[in-house]
């Protein structure tokens, strides 16, 4: 594997590959990467000649500052199971690299980007929209891999590569979640391992919710999530959304929509961390 820091080298090494005819598979990153960043590498592995991972704990995605300085940064780790997963080149460029100058540009795709994360974090998709369409364009890969833990930020991501004319496939990969059911995120090593053993009521109770949906309405579903997580000590639900799976607009009953999904976001434990998830209730 290479390790590339600059956008010249990460070009002319790609541009090289692709006149021998060889696909490309980019998995961007922030670091601190764990199994769910390692499904996504090795997925991209089987379906490329190339694998990128970009590693970069991207500045202008963070509104809360305190939080981008809490972010856990372990790049020799990372490297070490980037090796081990396949991939070719693992590209991690220093702030200036990516941005000699600030990056001013304004992404805006309503509502995907404006309700949930995008209300309680303003400016983290205009952040997410600015790195990725950079890394996209450095790369021009085939194809681009994204964990749906995310989930809301996939949406986000096709709209703008829809927007930017970008020819490449998203690829989305399914939740790798702890044995708890705890969904795996560079955050949960920022837990003590009782408030890790706490947090895996998030997933429980989300899954059981599903069982509630051919006897309660859609509100009484999402009333009785935020109520039982709340039950928990040290949890404190943000938000609860029950929304359209596409457009991540608010849906009012189950037969609204073919694909509905909970997307949750809970502080858990006294720094507090804050942890996303979501559910599938139909699609
Ligand atoms: O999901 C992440 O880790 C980040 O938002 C991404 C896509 C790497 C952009 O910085």
Redesign the pocket.
């Known amino acids: 594997m290479k390790q590339i820091s600059t956008i010249a080298e990460l070009r002319s090494e790609l541009n090289c590959l692709r006149e021998q005819g060889k696909t490309i598979g980019l998995v ?3 670091g601190a990467l764990h199994a769910g960043h390692a499904s996504l590498v090795r997925r991209s592995v089987e379906e490329n000649d190339v694998t990128v991972v ?1 590693i ?1 704990l ?1 500045p202008t ?1 963070f509104n809360d500052k305190t939080d981008l300085a809490k972010y856990p940064r372990t790049l020799d780790a990372d490297c070490r199971l980037l090796e081990e997963c396949g991939a070719t080149i693992a590209f991690a460029p220093s702030v200036d690299e990516i941005y000699p100058e600030p990056d001013t540009r304004q992404f805006s795709y309503p509502p995907t980007d404006s309700v949930m994360e995008g209300a309680f974090r303003p400016g983290h998709f205009n ?2 929209c600015q ?2 369409s950079k ?1 996209f364009a450095m790369t021009e890969p085939d194809r681009a891999y ?2 749906e833990k ?1 989930f809301q ?1 996939i949406a986000v ?1 096709r709209r703008m590569a829809d927007d930017l004319g970008f020819k490449l496939q998203i690829v989305p990969c399914p939740v790798i979640r702890e044995q708890s059911g705890l969904a795996m995120s ?1 955050r949960n090593t920022l837990l003590t391992p009782e408030e890790r053993e706490t947090a895996a009521a998030i997933y429980q109770t989300l899954r059981t919710s599903r069982e509630w949906v051919n006897e309660m309405t859609v509100e009484e579903v999402h009333d009785k999530v935020v109520a039982d997580i709340n039950a928990v000590e040290g949890l404190q639900v943000q938000y609860y959304s029950i929304v359209d799976g596409r457009s991540l607009a608010d849906v009012g009953s189950w037969d609204e929509s073919d694909d509905i999904v909970g997307c949750i976001t809970v502080f858990c434990g006294s720094q507090p961390i804050r942890l996303i998830d979501h559910v599938r209730y139909k699609g």
């Open positions: 961007p990153t922030m970009s970069f991207n995605q952040g997410v790195i990725v890394l994204f964990g995310d930020q991501i560079s």
